[in-house]
């Protein structure tokens, strides 16, 4: 299988520490690298995580804190000193471009690529980004301003051939792509091969979900259930269980118990609040209800 | 004497690499504590370095390209978070108070603290700040668009009394701001003891000069004259000497030569380009120069 891969920039909160960049990842499928947030900081993250630059196509944006999208300008800088000819698309609330208007005007002015903005409407579900292999859909989160989850699926994939039938039936070179899809095939002399019998199953399409910052969504588990890997923030621990409502965040606990409850497959949480010194204990905390749950740092990648 | 220091946070040019930050410094004259340049990460890197954020009165900014101001949103923005109270003073170019507009409106809406802008005419050399200890003045430098460098200078301190003198000549205690100031003491009998009998030289004023980034500039020498302590830009090496021309840069032998002609006390270089994967044979260049020649690097603190 191509790999599928969230490999983690950032997972911080507000206030910068000694140990968490602020938000952001690259997600890679097969040769796909998106992006999802981008706090200030990101493009040297992505130098000391071997990136290359160019192979960004496009940054999802959840929200409009400065912690998520501090780091877009900088980035778009240097793609363009860089020569960049690619395309490079941003999904973000539509205030987003009205702010960064006046940057862009001044710092990047007649820069090598085409920078297409994408206005999200953060306070529904729908699918934002469709290509041949995937899908990134959003589902509205509660914080203290318009944000948004991203979702994104594999599409369905095409049944594998199976190379000693189609020598054993002689199987034209032109119907191969139909038996991926599903099609029988008719010999010559009117004999029904079943499908079955010519391709194995394809490959479990794959899905990953990204939800930060918010309250615990309850309503959103319907569209959770069952994805293979969720992110989710876990700002605090239970002990600052009102400070986290007050807030618009989410404890460890609630991030884990909302896992359990969508039955994903694996559970990582980020968004550590600058307060902690050591995230073991939110970790111990997830655990304690999602047993195989794991803690996003700067450089770990999660496969899946 | 009180500390004056300066603290790399960034030395890095344009482009972010595993091994610069970009540019930044904080200056520390005795208790107060001025930023010069503020690029990406600068709050991360005050954080690294253990600065406390609300020692930071001033910011000032050489020039409008991103790797020297795209760190202030986020300072900003963090000041904020942690309820700063005291003003926040950033002299720069006029543009870029319209340039961030819309990004403070936005991301700083009613902040716990004054920020003031002051607008810099970097085409001239002048006092942009004083206080009763120091002076800050820009020297004008040759860049894609405008850009200054600052020299902050230490006013003539006050000549120190000696104790012993004070008791054996009886003097009261409401005369002695003025011997230190220079004054003769005059005896109830109408005898002069002149000033140098009652007082020791006062401590030497020192100065602190920032130059990045520019083409070499002869011009300015007679500002820099003396200087205890100028830092460069260095950003490329002689190989890659019609380059610095044709990107308004200076190369690390450049550098050095100005920093002979103006004679100054010490040398820093720093502003590398991204292209040097080790700054020591820039520092080489500057060496064959100026002899005592040192390079910047982040965390790394220069004390006058």
Known sequence: MEPFEIQILGC??????????????????????LMIDCGEGTQQQLRKQHISFSQISSVFISHLHGDHCFGLIGMISSFALLGRSAPLHIFADKLLRQIMKPQLDFFCKGISYELIFHDI????????YEDNVITV???????RLPCC???????PKKRHIIGEMMEYYKVPEYLRKGLKEGNDFITPDGITIPNNRLTREADPSRSYAYCSDTLPCPQNI????????????ATFAESEKVRAKETYHTTARQAAELAQEANVKQLVIGHFSSRYTNDDMLLKEAREIFQTA??????????I
Chains 1, 2 share one sequence.
């Open 294 to 303: 794991e803690k996003a740092d700067e450089n770990r990648i999660f496969k």
């Open 222 to 233: 319907k569209y959770l259930k069952g994805v293979d890997l969720l992110y989710h923030e």
């Open 137 to 143: 859909e959003t589902i509205p989160q509660e914080h």
């Open 121 to 128: 409407d953060a306070t529904i579900h729908s699918i934002i």
């Open 149 to 155: 989850g991203f979702i994104i699926r594999e599409k």
């Open 12 to 33: 911080g909160s507000a206030l910068p520490t000694t140990r968490h960049n602020a938000s952001s990842q690259v997600v890679r499928i097969g040769n796909r690298w």
